[in-house]
T-cell receptor
């Protein structure tokens, strides 16, 4: 069974631009969560989607948004990028959100 | 709110040494507890988990026991290998609630020397 896949793996953007990251969950998983990992703040929860509905959101500004499609694939978008948005963005999937979450390899975003 | 505290690293050991990484938690409800491992340049891999008090999770020689009375989930391995060098994260999920998220500790960098 294929694992969680994330595209692209690496991304370089400049301040003020926007970016869209994609995540394909494990087949049959309907919950997708996103996390931001930085050296200073560690792993922080961004949001979680299930059946195209956002069920929980972390403490991030409105520039961070996401969505989920009917096939459970998910995207997250960051608008008006800031230097501090440089991070590894991890996507995780699970059957319904309350069981074990399985992580993808992440997208490393560098904002210049 | 929920929180996880794990021992500060880095931890440096010689091959075949005994490993303990301490993890304690604060949570409402009845959390499930996890250890994830992150190798350089990669995402998180589930190492082991426990879903209720007194459960022992184990995998690849690593073990951790869910201790409700001490709110702890310490990770142990009897004999570490160079290939165990990685960052280890303790995490909890409030499976009795509806927040659908993992709360992580800050991670512990383990380096094993030959």
């Amino acid at each position: 069974k294929a694992g969680v896949t994330q595209t692209p793996r690496y991304l370089i953007k400049t301040r003020g631009q926007q970016v869209t990251l994609s995540c394909s969950p494990i087949s049959g998983h309907r919950s997708v969560s996103w996390y931001q990992q930085t050296p200073g703040q560690g792993l922080q929860f961004l949001f979680e989607y299930f059946s195209e509905t956002q069920r929980n959101k972390g403490n991030f500004p409105g520039r961070f948004s996401g969505r989920q499609f009917s096939n459970s694939r998910s995207e997250m978008n960051v608008s008006t990028l800031e230097l501090g948005d440089s991070a590894l963005y991890l996507c995780a999937s699970s059957f319904s959100g309350t069981e074990t979450q399985y992580f993808g390899p992440g997208t490393r975003l560098l904002v210049l | 709110g929920d929180s996880v505290t794990q021992m500060e690293g880095p931890v440096t050991l010689s091959e075949e040494a005994f490993l303990t990484i301490n993890c304690t938690y604060t949570a409402t409800g009845y959390p499930s507890l996890f250890w994830y491992v992150q190798y350089p340049g990669e995402g998180l891999q589930l190492l082991l988990k426990a879903t209720k008090a007194d459960d022992k999770g184990s995998n690849k020689g690593f073990e951790a026991t869910y201790r409700k009375e001490t709110t702890s989930f310490h990770l142990e391995k009897g004999s570490v290998q160079v290939s165990d060098s990685a960052v280890y994260f303790c995490a909890l999920s409030d499976s009795g609630g509806s927040n659908y998220k993992l709360t992580f500790g800050k991670g512990t960098l383990l380096t094993v020397n030959p």
